[in-house]
């Protein structure tokens, strides 16, 4: 008899197609088959919605997911049907006819999944309420959690509302899942939603598949330009302030060559609908947008994300950033920044009667320009915003990826620190580095034209006087207050360096790695580029015959695999991440077909066997010995105690020691007599024979009967 997790396991790989659960999919997922409410907070990409998607096949009932966007619905819909579970929406998009059937759909208990909006859920009257009080419902989801707080970034009202689901429905159990809160969003869930008693779920928030750039607002088209010019075949996101830069920008793209198409809230909703499907069918390669675009965009293959301006708080970058790379192929984060765009958006981020939401506003921009200047690795930032230690840097961002000299900038410093003594500690950066060079701009005040001081820089280029400020805020020879319109100012460590007293080393850039575009996935070999370009040319045609974006049929990251191991049978494929029972039968032959053709065709063969499992952190620690779980339970065997006996020392189930002690026969330690009565061992082996190409244990199991167990049947497996 399998248990609740071990059936979750299953599901995970027949129906989805992966090995092993990943960060605390686990966890949250027993949690909720215990009933219990919980709020997981997982990176995007991270499959947050398979923490609610394998429960909902568990429960005998409907899981109603609240979402907050209607291209949400439709994708995770997609998705589901492609992976053979039923799965329906419920929007204005649909019409009349449309919507009542969605509603038999429900009476009649054929639907596992049903996603509506918030408005939806909680419309005049508490009609839909009502009437799915009358449905057997057996779990809520919300998605998008962090919306429910006003301290967060995409904050909604009538989230607000939805702390009504646990007093009408105290004995269902909720879960609540966003990408991206920091403390005081966490807190607002919790209270906001009465989840009082529930887990807390904190995967990592690293993404380290993402290289993140930041680079100076000079010259940024130019910079974009060069940047796309070696990604043309890849997608991408550009995200612009104003739908006017938008329009501008797509249209300017379109004529130097580039596939882009723009989208924002003043576009009509067929232009919308129309651009979105375009990019996600991989039919456009560039979407230029505000932010107006993406939240809860599914789409796996997108290679980049680039800001031309700067978000407002690191939530929105860390969330907009993140809808690169979801498949975890390597993909790149780059932001165009200058201090002028925080300034600029000082005016927006004031909450008009609002003093203490205001300040909490102007700190997150503050702290996103500190992120802009940053000298240090940009990873560790991000991660430490939301309450994570990384122990090293990450090598994966422009400052690990840059290297620095160091010079005596003494002279240097001396000339910054007197222009800001000089003129008072009342000016920004921009006006200090044009009154150090000399500029003869009408900003610049008379009097200051006057000082000695005026000009002194003049040798240096702008670019670099910022920067050299940058360092020595960072060292603490200066600092910059918060507030609207910020200053800078001397420290205490000033004075030293302008009497002569201290000397100031400061950085240039001698070397700056080149990022070149390229896949990146979990694979041991290098992939085939022309066999990836024409597995995905199959993709795109089985996606178009069925109406849904490619990364719906396979993600990229599984045609990496597979133009990696060139699986050349059934079983072998069955091993390529991202192949679950439904789509082996749908695409599985074609797939395989195209796979074979070429290896013929170049004299290949499979490379399967080079294909390590992935493994599953273990949840046991390792003893004093350092001995790991498995080689545990083999030598509590050899102490001769037996499965049962076991099982009950280590306080887990029998079929988990079965499965331990399975994976000694392949290394001799255990023999398969050890494990499987004599007279059971032919039955198998004819039943794993007869089941070979599915390559799932449930139709060997179904087929031998209550009599045989998953352990013996993995342990004659291991044996042939």
Known sequence: MLTDIEKAREILKHQFGYDSFRMNQEPAIAALLDRRDCVVLMPT??????????????????????????????????ALKANGVEAAFLNSTQSAPEQVQVFRDVRSGKL???????????????????????????????????????????????????AILKKEFPHIPVIALTATADKLVRKDIFERLALDNAELFISSFNRPNISYTVEPKRNSYGQLLHFLAERKDQSGIIYCLSRNSVDSLAADLRDEGFSALSYHAGLEKQTRDR????????????????????????????????????????????????????DGLESEALLFFSWADVTKLKGFAEVEGDLRQSEIMLKKLDLMGKFGEL??????????????????????????????????????????????????????????????????????????????????????????????????????????????????????????????????????VIVREEKKAKLVADVSLPYIQDLFDELRQVRTAFARAENVPPYVVFSDATLVEMATYLP????????????????????????????????????LESRIGLKSPKRERSRTKRDANGKDTYRISLEMFRDGKNIPQIAAERGVQ???????????????????????????????????????ETGALSPIKEFLGEDYTYGEIRAVIASM
């Not at 000694?664 to 009565?677: A, D, K, R, S, Y």
């Open 112 to 162: 596992k999944l049903l996603y509506v909006a918030p408005e939806r859920l909680l419309q005049s009257g508490d009609q839909f309420l009502d009437f799915i009080r009358g449905t057997n419902v057996s779990l809520f989801a919300i998605d998008e959690a962090h919306c429910i707080s006003s301290w967060g970034h995409d904050f909604r009202p009538e989230y607000l509302r939805l």
């Open 275 to 326: 651009h979105q499907t375009a990019f996600l069918t991989d039919e456009t390669k560039i979407i230029v947008a505000t932010i107006a675009f993406g939240m809860g965009i599914d789409k796996s293959n997108v290679r980049f994300v680039v800001h031309m301006d700067l978000p407002k708080n690191i939530e929105s970058y860390y969330q907009e950033t993140g809808r690169a790379g979801r």
């Open 568 to 603: 050349q049978a059934d079983w072998e494929l069955r091993k390529i991440s991202g192949v679950g029972d439904l789509k082996f039968d749908k695409y599985g032959a074609d797939f395989l077909r195209t796979i074979r053709d070429y290896s013929v065709k170049n004299g």
């Open 45 to 78: 990409g991270g499959g947050k919605s398979l923490c609610y998607q394998i429960p909902a096949l568990m429960f005998d009932g409907l899981t109603v997911v609240i979402s907050p966007l209607i291209a949400l619905m439709k994708d995770q819909v997609d």
């Open 654 to 692: 029998p079929s988990t020691v079965e499965n331990h002690l399975a994976r000694f026969i392949t290394t001799g330690e255990v023999t398969l007599e050890e494990l499987v009565p004599p007279h059971k061992v032919y039955p198998i082996r004819q039943a794993v024979i007869k089941f070979n």
């Open 375 to 508: 000298r240090t690795c940009r990873r560790r930032f991000l991660l430490n915003y939301f309450s994570e230690e990384l122990t090293d840097d990450c090598g994966n961002c422009d400052n690990c990826t840059t290297t620095f000299e160091k010079f005596d900038g003494t002279i240097i410093a001396q000339k910054a620190l007197s222009a800001v003594y000089r003129t008072g500690q009342r000016f920004g950066l921009s006006y200090l580095v044009d009154f150090l060079r000399g500029s003869q701009a009408q900003t610049i005040r008379d009097e200051h034209k006057n000082i000695k001081t005026y000009g002194v820089g003049a040798d240096i280029p702008k670019h670099n006087w910022f920067d050299y400020f940058k360092d020595l805020i960072g060292q603490g020879y200066l600092a910059q207050t918060e507030g609207t319109y910020p200053v800078v100012v001397l420290t205490e460590k000033s004075m030293d360096v302008l009497g002569g007293r201290s000397q100031v080393e400061l950085r240039k």
